[in-house]
């Protein structure tokens, strides 16, 4: 059973960028395809990105799309997500994901497995 660690949030101004990471172990990284999720304060956790196995193929949600970029290094057992022109509404506990099986629609759902998160805080 794979093991997630995020890192990398922290406090930051509109337009900055950050990069998060999240190291994987216990399993076999390559054999799992990985997301990122973010909870906003009072909001339900939402699709950031995903990102298949072998990192060919990513998919992102709407309101990142062009800002944001995920990617991973198998050798390193990490995935990462590069923030750039940040903004407030992007304010949220960000959390990665890991799933063995088939990710259809980057739903929570699909992901069995998750990091404890780490916040993401931007000010105006």
């Known amino acids: 059973q794979v093991q997630l660690v995020e890192s990398g949030g922290g406090l930051v101004q509109a337009g900055d960028s950050l990069r998060l990471s999240c190291a994987a172990s216990g399993g076999t990284f390559s054999s799992y395809a990985m997301g990122w999720f973010r909870r906003p304060p009072g909001k339900e956790r939402e699709f950031v990105a995903r990102i298949s196995r072998s990192g060919a193929t990513s998919f992102y949600g709407d309101s990142v799309k062009g800002r944001f970029t995920i990617s991973r290094d198998n050798a390193k057992n990490t995935v990462y997500l590069q923030m750039d022109s940040l903004k407030p509404e992007d304010t949220a506990v960000y959390y990665c994901?890991?799933?063995?099986?088939?990710?259809?629609?980057?739903?929570?759902?699909?992901?069995?497995?998750w990091g404890p998160g780490t916040q993401v805080t931007v000010s105006s």
């Open positions: 994901a890991a799933s063995s099986g088939v990710v259809r629609f980057g739903a929570t759902h699909e992901y069995p497995y």
